[in-house]
Structures are given as C-alpha cells and as structure tokens.
C-alpha cells in the first residue's frame, strides 16, 4: 500500500504522510510519485489498474494488427491476455472481466438466471481488484529472474486467497525469487518452515537493548 513505503522516502518526507500541505509537490503524496518515476521496478498498490489493463491490452490489439497486416494472420496476444484476466478471476469468483468496443473502460460480469449482468464497482471486493492488479503489475512489467519484494501482501485478501497466492505467484512468474513480510497464518501456512523466518517487531527490539 502506498503509506507503507518508508523505506523508500527519506525521513522528512515520511512525516508529511501525517501533515496536511497545500503547497504542490511538497506533501506525501507527490514526492512519492516522484520516487516510484526514479524507480522502474517499485509498484505501490492503491486500487486497481484501470489504465494499466486498458494500455496492455490497446497494446495487444496492436501487435495483432500488426501480424494481420504482415502475415494475412490476425495474431491472439489480445485474446490471450483477456483469458488471461478471467483465468485469475474467473476460477475463485464466478465472475468475468470484459472490455468496451472502443477499449476506453472496463466492464465486469457474472451470468445469473441464464443472462450476463453488468456488475457495479461496488460488486467487486477489494480482494478481486488485487489479485488483478498483482498480476498485471507482475505480466506488464515483465519481472522475470528477479528477487521481488512485497511487503503485507495479504492485505483485502480472503484467507483461503492468502494461502492461495503463494501458489499464484509461482505460476504466474516461476522464475522469481519472492521475499514476503506478512502477518498472515494462512500464508505462511502455504509455504514449508524452511521458507519462513519470524522477525522480532523493531519496537520491542529498541525496548530490549
């Protein structure tokens, strides 16, 4: 999550995240945006990647025209991604992922009664909209034979989810090496004692010496 990333800022800037500033570009928020711009593998999770889906798969639609136009053979990078979507919602949801003819928003689904009703952002769980967002953030930018950080990826999950990424992430980029700091049972519970390491909270450390 975007207020979780202190790491990354430098000690003044973590202490605007509590102070209202009007002034432009000097609150939390804006000398963030300038660190994820300087860094091309940080990804902070808000919401959902609106923008990001609608760009990967403009850019799909693209690649396959470009195959139509040199080989007379439409190419099916476009359906593959769209399949690609469902398949990560599709299996734990029932519901479906599609996109407007002029690929300008994104529609979600679910058949009920024999009939496809248009969903309200509202139908969506938080959970959902995460499990997108982490793998398009994964497939976009290609992170292949990368050591990858994430910090509380539990966060909105349901715990079987939780349990369930570990797995997800193994699939979706089984070349990477994953470093996950979680407080979830259900995750660790995924993965042999030999892949967990229990840290002591900095506080009681500080305490303690």
Same mark, same amino acid.
């Given at each position: 999550p #975007?207020?979780?990333?202190?790491l #990354? !800022?430098?000690?003044?800037v973590r202490?605007? !995240? #509590?102070?209202? =500033?009007? *002034?432009?570009?000097? &609150?939390?928020?804006?000398? *963030?945006?300038?660190?994820?711009?300087? !860094?091309?593998?940080?990804?902070? %999770?808000?919401?959902?990647?609106v923008a990001l889906i609608l760009e990967s798969l403009r850019s799909a639609r693209n690649q396959d025209t470009a195959d /139509?136009?040199?080989?007379?053979?439409?190419? =099916?990078? #476009?359906?593959? /991604? *769209? @399949?690609?979507? =469902?398949?990560? /919602?599709?299996? +734990?949801?029932?519901?479906?992922?599609n996109v407007g003819t002029d690929l300008s928003k994104?529609?979600?689904?679910?058949?009920? &009664? =024999?009939?496809i009703v248009e969903l309200y952002p509202e139908d969506m769980s938080h959970g959902e909209l995460k499990r997108l967002s982490? %793998? +398009?953030?994964?497939?976009?930018?290609?992170i292949? &034979?990368?050591?990858? /950080? +994430? @910090?509380?990826?539990e966060i909105a999950l349901?715990? @079987?989810?939780?349990?369930?990424i570990v797995r997800d992430l193994m699939q979706w980029t089984p070349n990477n090496q994953y470093i996950l700091a979680t407080h979830s049972f259900d995750l660790c519970e995924a993965l042999t004692p030999a892949h967990v390491k229990e840290l002591e909270p900095k506080l009681l450390k500080r305490a303690s010496e």
């Amino acid at each position: 999550p #975007f207020t979780q990333v202190y790491l #990354f !800022l430098p000690q003044n800037v973590r202490k605007r !995240l #509590f102070i209202e =500033n009007s *002034l432009a570009g000097e &609150d939390y928020y804006s000398e *963030l945006e300038k660190t994820k711009s300087a !860094l091309p593998g940080f990804f902070t %999770y808000d919401f959902f990647p609106v923008a990001l889906i609608l760009e990967s798969l403009r850019s799909a639609r693209n690649q396959d025209t470009a195959d /139509l136009i040199k080989t007379r053979v439409y190419g =099916n990078r #476009f359906r593959t /991604l *769209l @399949d690609d979507l =469902n398949s990560v /919602l599709i299996g +734990m949801t029932g519901k479906s992922l599609n996109v407007g003819t002029d690929l300008s928003k994104i529609i979600f689904e679910i058949h009920k &009664d =024999n009939q496809i009703v248009e969903l309200y952002p509202e139908d969506m769980s938080h959970g959902e909209l995460k499990r997108l967002s982490l %793998y +398009m953030w994964t497939k976009y930018h290609k992170i292949d &034979d990368a050591i990858v /950080l +994430m @910090d509380e990826i539990e966060i909105a999950l349901h715990p @079987d989810w939780q349990y369930q990424i570990v797995r997800d992430l193994m699939q979706w980029t089984p070349n990477n090496q994953y470093i996950l700091a979680t407080h979830s049972f259900d995750l660790c519970e995924a993965l042999t004692p030999a892949h967990v390491k229990e840290l002591e909270p900095k506080l009681l450390k500080r305490a303690s010496e």
